[in-house]
């Protein structure tokens, strides 16, 4: 089992799994997309494939066909099994490696992305999001849920079928937790909502604005950490994405 060990000069929980180097490089293709096939042979997330990956959680059907599905992650981080045991020896924290990866894979097109699905495909995908989002927080040994989307070799996308994954964590990252206290303080100091304040500042400068809609806005942040930086705040006050509403979903599609 994988374990999770405390760098106590960054306070960063890293994650040590031994059996991620056996990951298959082999899908890597430097492919634009125009190139790829709807179809690979070789690919575990195409149709008629299904057997070459672990057994589904979750499958979304369309006449009599599968168009969404969510796998365990063949080669997880974190295991569904076992139990969460922190230890401690000196300045040496760990925590067993227990939680949950899964992967959801978009489409049964290999040659696709979320940008080229029909709009109420994109739905579909955010209110598994959501449900997997749920399921996750119901195990009591996870205290953080993150879904990301790699894209592209660079980001270190090892197989090029669209896919996103969900990873549930037995700690809660630093980096949340920075973001958690800024809110705090920022409250203790002024009363208000430190996204809320932000939501109101980009609306009134109308510089960094990308797109907005009644529910969600769309803008490049005013300190921006990287080149394409973007941020999609939702306009209603709200603690989790596991509240998001059915309106919110089909209006965060338009955002995608």
């Known amino acids: 089992m994988s374990e999770l060990r405390l760098n106590p000069v960054t306070r960063e929980w890293v ?66 099994e076992g139990e969460k045991i922190r230890k401690r020896d000196g300045v040496k924290h760990t925590i067993t490696g227990v939680g949950r990866c899964e992967v959801i894979i978009e489409s049964p097109l290999h040659n696709t992305s979320p940008a080229h699905l029909p709009l109420e495909h ?3 995908i955010i209110r598994v999001y959501r449900e997997r989002f749920l399921e996750a927080y119901r ?23 669209p896919h996103s994954q969900l990873i ?18 920022y409250f203790d100091d ?23 809609t009644k529910c969600f806005i769309t ?3 005013h300190a921006a950490l990287s080149p394409f930086h973007t941020w999609i705040f939702p306009r209603r006050h709200c603690a989790s994405f596991a509240g998001i509403t059915d309106e919110e ?8």
């Not at 056996?22 to 125009?34: I, K, L």
């Not at 700690?171 to 800024?182: E, G, I, L």
């Not at 979903?249 to 995608?256: M, T």
Request: aromatic share 6%.
């Open 15 to 80: 994650i040590i799994a031994k059996q991620r180097a056996r990951r298959p490089h082999e899908f890597t293709r430097s492919h634009t997309p125009g190139s790829l096939p709807s179809y690979l042979k070789a690919c575990p997330f195409c149709p008629g494939n299904e057997a070459m990956t672990p057994p589904e959680k979750f499958r979304l059907e369309k006449n009599g066909k599968w168009i969404l599905r969510v796998v365990p992650n063949k080669y997880p981080a974190l295991s569904t």
């Open 122 to 124: 994109v739905e579909e």
């Open 139 to 161: 195990d009591p040994r996870v205290e953080h849920v993150i879904i990301f989307r790699n894209h592209g070799e660079g980001a270190g996308t090892s197989l090029v079928h």
């Open 168 to 185: 549930a964590t037995p700690v809660v990252p630093v980096q949340f937790r920075d973001r958690v206290n800024a809110g705090m303080h």
């Open 190 to 212: 002024t009363g208000n909502c430190l996204l809320c304040d932000i939501i109101d500042a980009e609306l009134n400068d109308r510089v960094r604005v990308i797109f907005e």
């Open 219 to 221: 803008f490049i942040p």
């Open 249 to 256: 979903v089909r209006e965060l599609a338009l955002h995608l």
